[in-house]
């Protein structure tokens, strides 16, 4: 049976450390889905489901810490790793 590729959910605002993640990820095998804010990253984590979601602490609209206990909240999504 085929192993399928872990997602990953990439969260941060700068476009160049975006970059730097995803390339490295989606070259080890992993399905990397980012987001370029806290609001669109809750979303975003949500519709995909991701296994791991890599979180910026300093993001524009609202905090990583914030967007942490929104997704702690969530029954759904509390299980994800947070890094």
């Not at 979601?53 to 299980?79: C, F, Q, S, T, Y």
Request: net charge negative.
């Amino acid at each position: 049976m085929k192993k399928v590729p872990r997602k990953v959910l990439i969260i941060d605002d700068d476009p160049e450390t975006l970059r730097l993640l995803e390339k490295p990820l989606e070259n080890a095998g992993r399905v990397v889905v980012t987001a370029f804010n806290g609001e669109v990253g809750f979303t975003t984590a949500k519709e995909e489901n991701p296994d791991v979601i890599l979180l910026d602490l300093m993001l524009p609209d609202i905090g990583g810490v914030e967007v942490a206990k929104r997704l702690h909240k969530d029954p759904e999504l509390r299980k994800i790793p947070l890094i």
